[in-house]
């Protein structure tokens, strides 16, 4: 199994450029969820998803959209980017949703953007 | 929403001794509490969890315990050794059979010193 993957690894945008991040994972898991990292913050929370056709929002949703066609992958887009979004995004997955037996979310390599 | 507080942001201790991390969570509805280790440039990765039914948790040199009364929970690291080095994340969850995501803490820098 390739776990989760995330493409590109880097990204450099100009500001009001549009651009999707991708993530896929072959684990057959459920949960799919993006978070961004920057530097002193932890991991915030996008956008989440519990199934194929569900989608909801999570702490920072604003300027990110999200779709869920199929339960593999777990598209984040930036409609029209700014220097604000320049960060570290993570995709992770989880087998279920939580409160279940297994809760461990499993993070992808990520994807370093840098919006100019 | 819920908010997750970690101590300290910087840990230097050395080789062989103890490390303690804290961290503080503000939803008493919270009910899944994961560690997660990140080496520079590499992904977040778990390392232990626990839950609000269970005080403590060990696994080799890691342990975790949780109080729920003070809502506050802990790492600790004996015989650190220098591929500790990392930053860790304490996070919490909202229980109640919804699906949003983590909270995370906003990390602490653990340096071994040789």
């Given at each position: 199994?390739?776990g989760v993957t995330?493409?590109?690894?880097?990204?450099?945008?100009?500001?009001?450029?549009?651009?999707?991040?991708?993530?896929?994972?072959?684990?057959?898991?459920?949960?799919?969820?993006?978070?961004?990292?920057?530097?002193?913050?932890?991991?915030?929370?996008?956008?989440?998803?519990?199934?194929?056709?569900?989608?909801?929002?999570?702490?920072?949703?604003?300027?990110?959209?999200?779709?869920?066609?199929?339960?593999?992958?777990?598209?984040?887009?930036?409609?029209?980017?700014?220097?604000?979004?320049?960060?570290?995004?993570?995709?992770?997955?989880?087998?279920?949703?939580?409160?279940?037996?297994v809760d461990e979310?499993?993070?992808?390599?990520?994807?370093?953007?840098?919006?100019? | 929403?819920?908010?997750?507080?970690?101590?300290?942001?910087?840990?230097?201790?050395?080789?062989?001794?103890?490390?303690?991390i804290k961290c503080?969570?503000?939803?008493?509805?919270?009910?899944?509490?994961?560690?997660?280790?990140?080496?520079?440039?590499?992904?977040?990765?778990?390392?232990?969890?626990?839950?609000?039914?269970?005080?403590?948790?060990?696994?080799?040199?890691?342990?975790?315990?949780?109080?729920?009364?003070?809502?506050?929970?802990?790492?600790?690291?004996?015989?650190?050794?220098?591929?500790?080095?990392?930053?860790?994340?304490?996070?919490?969850?909202?229980?109640?059979?919804?699906?949003?995501?983590?909270?995370?803490?906003?990390?602490?820098?653990?340096?071994?010193?040789?």
């Amino acid at each position: 199994n390739a776990g989760v993957t995330q493409t590109p690894k880097f990204q450099v945008l100009k500001t009001g450029q549009s651009m999707t991040l991708q993530c896929a994972q072959d684990m057959n898991h459920e949960y799919m969820s993006w978070y961004r990292q920057d530097p002193g913050m932890g991991l915030r929370l996008i956008h989440y998803s519990v199934g194929a056709g569900i989608t909801d929002q999570g702490e920072v949703p604003n300027g990110y959209n999200v779709s869920r066609s199929t339960t593999e992958d777990f598209p984040l887009r930036l409609l029209s980017a700014a220097p604000s979004q320049t960060s570290v995004y993570f995709c992770a997955s989880s087998f279920g949703t939580f409160g279940g037996a297994v809760d461990e979310q499993f993070f992808g390599p990520g994807t370093r953007l840098t919006v100019l | 929403g819920e908010n997750v507080e970690q101590h300290p942001s910087t840990l230097s201790v050395q080789e062989g001794d103890s490390a303690v991390i804290k961290c503080t969570y503000s939803d008493s509805a919270s009910n899944y509490f994961p560690w997660y280790k990140q080496e520079l440039g590499k992904r977040p990765q778990l390392i232990i969890d626990i839950r609000s039914n269970v005080g403590e948790k060990k696994d080799q040199r890691i342990a975790v315990t949780l109080n729920k009364t003070a809502k506050h929970f802990s790492l600790h690291i004996t015989e650190t050794q220098p591929e500790d080095s990392a930053v860790y994340f304490c996070a919490a969850r909202i229980g109640g059979g919804g699906a949003d995501g983590l909270t995370f803490g906003k990390g602490t820098h653990l340096i071994i010193q040789p």
